[in-house]
C-alpha cells in the first residue's frame, strides 16, 4: 500500500504541474483562452501562424487532460473505500474519467481539425475561406465550448466534490474544504458557456473557470502530498 500510495502521490503532483505547462505556454504563443472568443478568421489566421509547435502544444495539453482517466480511478478507488463508501468512489472514479475524456475530445479537434481549416481560411479562395469560418465557428461552439469547457469543467467539479467528501470523511478537513471550494468554482465558471449561447456577456464566469483550474492545480498538489504523507 505505501508503494502504490507513494508512486500515486508523485503521479497527481506530476499531473498537477504538467497540465499547467502547455497552458502557460499557449497563454503566451496563442493568447489562450482569450483568443477563443475572437473572431473566427483571426484564431485560424493565428492558428496557422503559430506552425508545428503550436500544434504540438495542444496535443500535448490533450494528452494531459487524458491522463486524468487512469488517474482518477487511483486517486478514488481503494478497498477501503470500496468498503465503506463505495458510492462515492466510484462516482469519483466515473467522473474524473469522464471528465478527462471529454476535456481531451475538446481539445484535440485544434490537432485534427483546426489545421486544414486554417489553411483554408488563409488560402487565397474566398469560398473556401468563408465555409471553414463557418465550420470553425460550429466545432468550436460543440466540441470546445459544449463539450471540452462545459461538460469537461462540470465533470471535473463532480470529481474534485466527490473525492473532497472521501477526504472529509477520512478527516482530512483542510484539504477536502478546498476541493468542495474548487468544486464549487469550476461550477460556476461553466455559466460562461450559456452566457455566450444565449448572445451574453459571460467574462464574469470566466474568471470562476481561470480561478478554478488554479484552486485544482494546488488541491491536486495537497493531494498527492497526503498520499506521500501516507506512505
Same mark, same amino acid.
Given at each position: ?51 508545428? %509547435?503550436?500544434? /504540438?502544444?495542444?496535443?500535448?495539453? #490533450? &494528452?494531459? $487532460?487524458?491522463? =486524468?482517466?487512469? *488517474?482518477?480511478? !487511483? ?72 463539450? %471540452?469547457?462545459? /461538460?469537461?469543467?462540470?465533470?471535473? #467539479? &463532480?470529481? $474534485?466534490?466527490? =473525492?473532497?467528501? *472521501?477526504?472529509? !470523511? ?62
Amino acid at each position: 500500500m505505501s508503494a502504490r500510495s507513494r508512486w500515486l502521490g508523485l503521479a497527481t503532483i506530476a499531473l498537477a504541474v504538467s497540465f499547467n505547462v502547455p497552458y502557460a505556454v499557449l497563454a503566451s504563443i496563442f493568447d489562450y483562452p482569450a483568443i477563443l472568443r475572437e473572431p473566427a478568421g483571426e484564431v485560424l489566421s493565428r492558428f496557422a501562424a503559430g506552425g508545428t %509547435g503550436l500544434l /504540438l502544444t495542444w496535443y500535448a495539453f #490533450a &494528452l494531459t $487532460a487524458l491522463a =486524468l482517466v487512469p *488517474l482518477a480511478a !487511483g486517486l478514488a478507488i481503494t478497498p477501503v473505500r470500496l468498503a465503506d463508501r463505495p458510492a462515492l468512489a466510484i462516482g469519483a472514479a466515473l467522473a474524473g474519467a469522464l471528465a478527462g475524456l471529454t476535456q481531451a475530445i475538446g481539445l484535440v479537434r485544434w490537432v485534427f481539425v483546426m489545421p486544414d481549416l486554417s489553411r483554408a481560411a488563409t488560402g487565397a479562395d474566398p469560398a473556401a475561406a468563408e465555409a471553414a469560418i463557418g465550420t470553425f465557428t460550429l466545432i468550436n461552439a460543440y466540441g470546445g465550448i459544449a463539450v %471540452g469547457e462545459h /461538460l469537461g469543467q462540470l465533470l471535473t #467539479a &463532480l470529481f $474534485a466534490g466527490l =473525492l473532497a467528501l *472521501l477526504q472529509q !470523511g477520512e478527516g482530512h478537513h483542510a484539504t477536502a474544504a478546498f476541493g468542495l471550494a474548487t468544486a464549487a468554482l469550476l461550477t460556476f465558471g461553466t455559466g460562461e458557456g450559456l452566457m455566450l449561447a444565449a448572445g451574453q456577456d459571460g467574462s464574469l464566469f470566466a474568471v470562476g473557470t481561470i480561478t478554478g483550474f488554479l484552486a485544482l492545480t494546488v488541491w491536486l498538489i495537497a493531494t498527492g502530498t497526503l498520499l506521500l504523507r501516507r506512505a
